[in-house]
């Protein structure tokens, strides 16, 4: 059974600091490394795809990194802010496949 | 504006009587989905549709039946709901790839289901 992870499950991070987590997968299963963020009571919003080993996309304060030969991706966020408290989800998505990830529940403090 | 609408957003119901939550896309995707949501087991995925007429199951589909008849909708239809369908559900279009993989979905608001 294929296996999309993200760690950690649940993060807490001080208005103003920087974070990161993780999304790893089978790197022998790949097209396309998908990032969404979903706000509680909205539904899931694209961040970025990435499709090529060595992808970096941008985007304002997050930013994301893509591994596809050890299979693996970072996202950051930096100087977070209270409207980045979000689940950030992870998905994977080859031929007509796709797996999600069961994301990273992200608490900014004040 | 570039959208999915889901409706109804919200509906209670009595276990065994059909029932039927559109899905409508305006982008020309050939892709949709159907996906539920229940706490603590993230999103799964029921059925989804490569194009007009194909369709196929995904992860949890007992339960449910889809129609693609054309491309802009995407019913989702329960037969005899059962009060294990409780679930938030949403409903997602994208483009597909050159290698007929999924590009970036967009989804709709959600429905919010409760089976008695």
């Known amino acids: ?40 009571a909205k539904s899931p919003e694209a961040l970025f795809v990435m499709t090529l080993n060595g992808d970096e996309k941008k985007k304002g304060r997050i930013s994301a990194t893509l591994n596809t030969k050890e299979g693996y991706s970072y996202l950051y966020i930096k100087g977070s802010q209270p409207e980045d408290s979000a689940t950030y989800l992870c998905v994977l998505s080859w031929e007509d496949k796709i797996i999600f990830g069961k994301g990273t529940r992200l608490h900014i403090l004040p | 504006e570039a959208q999915v609408t889901q409706n109804p957003r919200y509906l209670i119901t009595v276990t065994g009587k059909k029932l039927t939550v559109t899905c409508s896309q305006n982008m020309n995707h050939e892709y949709m989905s159907w996906y539920r949501q229940d706490p603590g087991l993230g999103l799964r995925q029921i059925y989804y549709s490569m194009n007009v007429e194909v369709t196929d199951k995904g992860d949890v ?27 938030l559900y949403f409903c997602a279009s994208s483009l597909t790839g050159d290698r007929g993989h999924m590009e970036t979905q967009y989804f709709g608001p959600g429905t919010r289901l409760l089976v008695l």
Not at chain 1, 22 to 34: E, G, R
């Open chain 2, 61 to 87: 589909p007992e339960g449910y039946k889809v129609s693609r008849k054309e491309k802009r909708n995407f019913p989702l239809i329960l037969e005899s709901p059962s009060p294990n369908q409780t679930s």
């Open chain 1, 1 to 40: 059974i294929l296996n999309v992870e993200q760690s950690p499950q649940s993060l807490h991070v001080q208005e103003g600091d920087s974070t990161n987590f993780t999304c790893s997968f089978p790197s022998s299963n790949f097209y396309a490394l998908h990032w969404y963020r979903w706000e509680t």
